[in-house]
């Protein structure tokens, strides 16, 4: 019995260092050749600025706007019926 568990436990971890090992080789073989020819800079400044004049309804409540969207919700449902 002594012995199994060392072939069993000598198994598992030959399995195991034998797929790490092949993880970097996995990670090279999806990544792209070279860099993209563009590159695009982001202003975070600007795209909060961008978000502001987005629409949108302002929660006042929490409680509350999660209670009508379950209205809102169970009323879709009974729509569909």
Do not use: C, F, Y
């Amino acid at each position: 019995m002594h012995n199994a568990t060392r072939i069993v436990t000598a198994a598992l971890t030959a399995a195991t260092l034998s797929l790490l090992a092949a993880v970097p080789l996995v990670a090279a073989w999806r990544s792209p050749a070279e860099q993209p020819a563009t590159s695009v800079s982001v202003n975070p400044l600007e795209l909060m600025l961008q978000a502001g004049d987005l629409p949108g309804q302002q929660i006042q409540d929490l409680m509350t706007a999660l209670s009508d969207d379950a209205k809102a919700a169970s009323a879709k449902a009974r729509a569909t019926r």
